[in-house]
T-cell receptor, first 113, second 116 residues
Framework: DAGVTQSPTHLIKTRGQQVTLRCSPK?????VSWYQQALGQGPQFIFQ???????QRGNFPDRFSGHQFPNYSSELNVNALLLGDSALYLC????????????FGPGTRLTVT | AQSVTQLDSQVPVFEEAPVELRCNYS??????LFWYVQYPNQGLQLLLK??????LVESINGFEAEFNKSQTSFHLRKPSVHISDTAEYFC??????????????FGSGTRLSIRP
């Protein structure tokens, strides 16, 4: 049973560019959440998707957007990249909105130069 | 709104010594409490969780945490640590009820380093 998978594992972008990160949830899970973990800090909630809709959003600008597909996989898009967007981006999946437990993927390390 | 404070950014201990990682939270509503572990260059793994019932919860690898509502704490303990316990530990909360879109609020983490 595959857990949460994310791609790519590492990514280097230049300021002003756009990036797309991908996440496949754990088998049987239909809810996907995204978190940003800056170096030396705890993860910060970006947003959560369920039934292809954004259900809740953290304190992130509109440059951060997402999408969920019918197969429950999800994308995180970041436009107009800033140096401060350099971080580990974590995807977590759960068994519907009512589940108390989220399973995390290994993350995508984004470096903005 | 909820917040989590991990009082120690780093905790160095000798192998086979006991350890306590401290966590305090703030919330105006009831919460679920979690400890996650992050090994170097890996994602987060759930170590243990408190949802309801007994205030003492245990993990399969010897860690335990006790929910103290009056002190709003959820400290993590292990009586004897091993080199393999070297990792970053994150305390986290989420609000109850869990019937709508939910998010996990994390602390800033405690780096546990084990000395031989």
């Amino acid at each position: 049973d595959a857990g949460v998978t994310q791609s790519p594992t590492h990514l280097i972008k230049t300021r002003g560019q756009q990036v797309t990160l991908r996440c496949s949830p754990k088998s049987g899970h239909d809810t996907v959440s995204w978190y940003q973990q800056a170096l030396g800090q705890g993860p910060q909630f970006i947003f959560q998707y369920y039934e292809e809709e954004e259900r809740q959003r953290g304190n992130f600008p509109d440059r951060f957007s997402g999408h969920q597909f019918p197969n429950y996989s999800s994308e995180l898009n970041v436009n107009a990249l800033l140096l401060g967007d350099s971080a580990l981006y974590l995807c977590a999946s759960s068994f519907n909105l009512g589940s108390s437990e989220q399973y995390f993927g290994p993350g995508t390390r984004l470096t903005v130069t | 709104a909820q917040s989590v404070t991990q009082l120690d950014s780093q905790v160095p201990v000798f192998e086979e010594a006991p350890v306590e990682l401290r966590c305090n939270y703030s919330s105006s509503v009831s919460v679920y409490l979690f400890w996650y572990v992050q090994y170097p260059n890996q994602g987060l793994q759930l170590l243990l969780k408190y949802l309801s019932g007994s205030t003492l919860v245990e993990s399969i690898n010897g860690f335990e945490a006790e929910f103290n509502k009056s002190q709003t704490s959820f400290h993590l303990r292990k009586p004897s640590v091993h080199i393999s316990d070297t990792a970053e530990y994150f305390c986290a909360v989420s609000s109850i009820p869990y019937s709508s879109a939910s998010k996990i609020i994390f602390g800033s983490g405690t780096r546990l380093s084990i000395r031989p």
